[in-house]
């Protein structure tokens, strides 16, 4: 058995999957370029409205605004066609409700990938055994899967629930061939569910377009060409064609053909034509590997500013993230958020006239050209005096434009290699081709498209799964980092890992969720600093108290298998360090190159334990680092770079108010000769 998932107008599908709210609205989409721009899918509710596949924008548009003003806009178009006519016939007309006005959307190419990602997820979970047929249709093979989901009846409900959870609407057809059902699901709405020898009389009445447009995705080619494919498509309208004149309109009419006859008019396609309209034969799927990647992303039609929105729209992207790993059964160890930033006023470019001119452009032809490509895209022309001489501008030698387009991510800024054979003038939308007229458009430094990108990047101390503290994390995280400038496109990609297993112990510490911990540490670090929550952690050098803060991970307490008793335990005297932040600064008078006596530099009440005699010392011991470091690229980057040169004495203080005896340790700074008390010994 095998099982069919089509997802009609997906390109539709995939804006609606987005925009959940325009599911019970006509829906356009638009692709190509201007002027060829043209209506590429459309849902059925456009269709009732008029709007037919290939229409241009503008006769588009005419159903995209208000029906009242649409009526009067074909009016005027009427009343120039045509004079009005007398209706003779009186009777009374009952008019229909219009449906609403249709939604202009332009086509998403990486709103489309992810769906069909999505869908494939959902395949893979249910068979290992899927075919990536075509972008919205999959190919599943059930064989063996009737002791888990039941008859095929039941299957295809379990199957048509699970594609419903990801937000779109698809048909599903199970047969005994793979044919036979992808071509029930493009002619059926809904479940099918055809049995084995039933083929021929259920497919009987779909119409013929239905098994040639089939025909057609199941022999393209991945390496096809465009001429190839081009090729193809006119031999499928010749076919079709042909099959008309003939009255062949249906699958039952073309199954009753004489097959000598229908062989020896269309050869070998006509055949083949005829068996899969008979519902027989069988083919082997192409299996696909599971997909590693999980992204979702989103276009919008107009950038977001706040905080808010974007949330609602970083909801929305998670919830479908996690529907996708779940139904995996993966969990998300590292989640990354790109934003698509608006570039700004300042990132134009602006090049005075000489600079234009002083590019070896001695023809006028390629000066205008240049001029004109750069007010296409709104480029701001400055002021300057050779405007007055342009003569004189014209003689001068080359001098490169500079690069202007500076703004970066404050957190991951990326670049990208330019073409040698484009270049962006002003904001980058389109390019400027280098000619033979204007050679020096290839030698100007052009600005890349992804320096606008922001990116922010969720490490997780443990596999999570929750899209709720996801959408809290990510809050947290852009308040403290806001973007800078208004978004217009979103991605959020996640790195899967295994959910973790745990399992509590009844003589254990219980230990907080790991979801609630995230939270909490990430509302503490948006208070305090980055830098300063976590836990620290001691570095790998000599510098006195060197440590860095890291993120915080609660570990579980491993159980012991027994508990040693008190004559096990080795007794030891404990030795404590107590650091004092910040050093204080103190006198020392030296006798025969050892301190003798101490004092303080300044009064302070909470050390006046710091002055009296030295009854005992040692020492010193000197240490010095980072010397080497102090003029390198490192002081230059965020590394913080302390040199230090120091000589350390062990000390036994006693007091001259109590008279007690207390261990100290204290330094000298060699650079600047003063004394500091660094910690005591408890």
Same mark, same amino acid.
């Given at each position: 058995m095998f099982a069919c998932i089509y997802i009609p107008d997906f390109p539709v599908a995939a804006i609606i999957r987005a925009e959940p709210l325009l599911r019970d609205r006509a829906v356009a989409v638009l692709d190509g370029k201007p002027p060829q721009v043209r209506v590429a899918a459309l849902n059925d509710k456009a269709r009732l409205l008029g709007m037919e596949f290939g229409m241009t924008k503008v006769q588009a548009a005419i159903f995209a605004i208000p029906p009242q003003e649409a009526?009067?806009?074909?009016?005027?178009?009427?009343?120039?066609?045509?004079?009005?006519?007398?209706?003779?016939?009186?009777?009374?007309?009952?008019?229909?409700?219009?449906?609403?006005?249709?939604?202009?959307?332009?086509?998403? /190419?990486?709103?489309?990938?992810?769906?069909h990602a999505a869908l494939l997820d959902i395949a893979h979970a249910f068979t290992p055994r899927v075919e990536n047929t075509f972008p919205g249709r999959l190919l599943l093979d059930l064989d063996g899967l009737e002791r888990l989901y039941g008859p095929p &009846?039941?299957?295809?409900?379990?199957?048509?629930?699970? #594609?419903?959870t990801l937000g779109l609407d698809a048909n599903i057809g199970l047969a005994a061939n793979p044919n036979a059902a992808m071509h029930a699901t493009c002619g059926f709405n809904g479940v099918t569910v055809i049995p084995a020898g039933e083929e021929a009389r259920r497919l009987g009445v779909l119409p013929i377009h239905v098994l040639l447009d089939s025909l057609g995705i199941t022999e393209k080619s991945a390496s096809e060409t465009r001429a190839a494919s081009q090729e193809r498509e006119k031999l499928r309208e010749q076919m079709l064609d042909t099959l008309e004149r003939w009255g062949v309109r249906d699958f039952r009419t073309l199954s009753l053909l004489p097959e000598h006859a229908l062989a020896a008019r269309l050869g070998e396609a006509g055949t083949h034509l005829q068996q899969l309209?008979?519902?027989?034969?069988?083919?082997?799927?192409?299996?696909?590997?599971?997909?590693?990647? *999980?992204?979702? %992303?989103?276009? !919008?039609?107009?950038?977001? @500013?706040? !905080? @808010?929105?974007?949330? *609602?729209?970083?909801?929305?992207?998670?919830?479908?993230?996690?529907?996708?790993?779940?139904?995996?059964?993966?969990?998300? $160890?590292?989640?990354?958020?790109? !934003?698509?930033?608006? +570039?700004?006023v300042g990132d134009e470019q602006a090049i005075t006239l000489e600079e234009l001119t002083s590019a070896n452009l001695t023809?006028?032809?390629?000066?205008?050209?240049?001029?004109?490509?750069? !007010?296409? @895209? =709104?480029?701001?022309?400055? +002021?300057? #005096?050779?405007?007055? *001489?342009?003569?004189?501008?014209?003689?001068?030698?080359? /001098?490169?434009?500079p690069n202007s387009s500076q703004h970066r991510s404050a957190v991951s800024p990326t670049s990208q290699s330019?073409?040698?054979?484009?270049? *962006?003038?002003?904001? =980058?939308?389109?390019?400027?081709?280098?000619?033979?007229?204007?050679?020096?458009?290839?030698?100007?430094?052009?600005?890349?498209?992804?320096e606008n990108l922001y990116t922010r990047t969720l490490r997780l101390p443990v596999a999570m799964r929750d899209p709720k503290v996801f959408l809290k994390l990510l809050q947290l995280d852009l308040?403290?980092?806001?973007? =800078?400038?208004?978004?217009?496109?979103?991605?959020?990609?996640?790195? +899967?890992?295994? +959910?973790?297993?745990? $399992?509590?112990s009844l003589f254990l510490p219980v230990t907080p969720e790991a979801e609630k911990l995230e939270i909490t540490l990430a509302r503490i670090a948006g208070v305090v600093g980055e830098r300063r929550a976590g836990i620290a952690k001691l570095l790998d050098t000599h510098h006195p108290d060197a440590f860095q803060m890291e993120h915080? %991970?609660?570990?579980?307490?491993?159980?012991?298998?027994?508990?040693?008793?008190l004559s096990e335990q080795a007794i030891e005297a404990p030795l404590a360090l107590r650091i004092f932040r910040p050093a204080q600064q103190i006198r020392v008078h030296i006798a025969d190159g050892r301190p003798c006596k101490l004092g303080l530099a300044a009064r302070n009440e909470d050390r006046d334990l710091l002055q009296g005699k030295v009854l005992w010392s040692a020492g010193p011991w000197r240490s010095s680092g980072d010397w080497w470091a102090q003029?390198?690229?490192?002081?230059?980057?965020?590394?913080?770079?302390?040199?230090?040169?120091?000589?350390?004495?062990?000390?036994?203080?006693? &007091?001259?108010?109590?008279?007690?005896?207390?261990?100290?340790?204290?330094?000298?700074?060699?650079?600047? =000769?003063?004394?500091?008390?660094?910690? &005591?010994?408890?």
């Open positions: 009526d009067i806009a074909v009016a005027k178009i009427d009343r120039k066609k045509k004079p009005s006519q007398i209706e003779f016939d009186s009777w009374p007309v009952k008019t229909q409700p219009k449906p609403a006005a249709a939604i202009l959307r332009q086509r998403s /190419v990486a709103q489309e990938e992810s769906s &009846s039941a299957m295809a409900r379990e199957l048509a629930s699970r #594609v419903n309209a008979r519902g027989a034969g069988m083919r082997t799927i192409a299996l696909c590997e599971p997909s590693v990647r *999980f992204e979702e %992303v989103i276009e !919008l039609e107009s950038p977001v @500013e706040t !905080l @808010e929105p974007l949330s *609602f729209l970083l909801n929305r992207l998670l919830d479908q993230l996690c529907a996708r790993l779940e139904a995996r059964a993966l969990a998300v $160890q590292e989640l990354t958020l790109r !934003l698509q930033l608006e +570039p700004r023809k006028p032809s390629s000066m205008e050209t240049l001029i004109e490509c750069m !007010l296409s @895209e =709104g480029t701001a022309l400055k +002021p300057s #005096v050779n405007m007055l *001489f342009p003569q004189s501008a014209l003689a001068a030698e080359d /001098v490169n434009v330019r073409s040698d054979d484009d270049v *962006f003038v002003g904001r =980058g939308a389109s390019p400027c081709k280098a000619s033979p007229n204007n050679p020096q458009a290839a030698e100007r430094p052009t600005p890349s498209a992804k308040s403290a980092h806001p973007p =800078g400038s208004p978004v217009c496109k979103l991605w959020i990609s996640a790195e +899967p890992a295994r +959910p973790r297993s745990a $399992q509590s915080f %991970v609660s570990q579980p307490v491993s159980q012991s298998h027994g508990a040693a008793t003029h390198s690229s490192a002081r230059i980057s965020n590394e913080d770079v302390r040199v230090w040169d120091r000589e350390e004495w062990d000390i036994a203080l006693a &007091s001259e108010k109590s008279g007690d005896v207390a261990l100290y340790r204290i330094y000298r700074d060699i650079a600047t =000769g003063d004394w500091f008390a660094d910690a &005591s010994y408890d």
